[in-house]
Nanobody, 126 residues
Framework: QVQLVESGGGLVQAGGSLRLSCAASGRTFSSYCIGWFRQAPGKEREGVST???????YQSEYVKGRFTISRDNDRKTAYLQMNSLKPEDTAIYYC????????????????????WGQGTQVTVSS
């Protein structure tokens, strides 16, 4: 079992940067794939980026070149570095984990992940 706690959200101007953290409990963090998702008001939750237990990364087209996912297994923490933020990036950001590594076509399916954090709010002003 793993528990996830997100942090690092806040209010930032367009063009600015934030780094989100996803801190995990449990002894087997390195065995989990970690995904970042977001949900804007009135919209469905969507995948942002995922890093597998082996370090392979996937990300959505609308964040490529701006967001970078990483993990530090010693610290049991995953990160989402977000640069060049846009107002449309405003959402609650969630991290998720699963013991299985997803395939390239399924990394952004919410039902794949068994464990979820509570989320952290990111607001980008224009």
């Amino acid at each position: 079992q793993v528990q996830l706690v997100e942090s690092g959200g806040g209010l930032v101007q367009a063009g600015g940067s934030l780094r989100l953290s996803c801190a995990a409990s449990g002894r087997t963090f390195s065995s989990y794939c970690i995904g970042w998702f977001r949900q804007a008001p009135g919209k469905e939750r969507e995948g942002v980026s995922t890093i597998t237990s082996e370090g392979r990364t996937y990300q959505s087209e609308y964040v490529k070149g701006r967001f970078t996912i990483s993990r530090d297994n010693d610290r049991k923490t995953a990160y989402l570095q977000m640069n060049s933020l846009k107002p449309e990036d405003t959402a609650i950001y969630y991290c998720a984990a699963d013991l299985l590594d997803p395939k390239e076509t399924g990394w952004d399916v919410t039902e794949f992940y068994d464990h979820w954090g509570q989320g952290t709010q990111v607001t980008v002003s224009s």
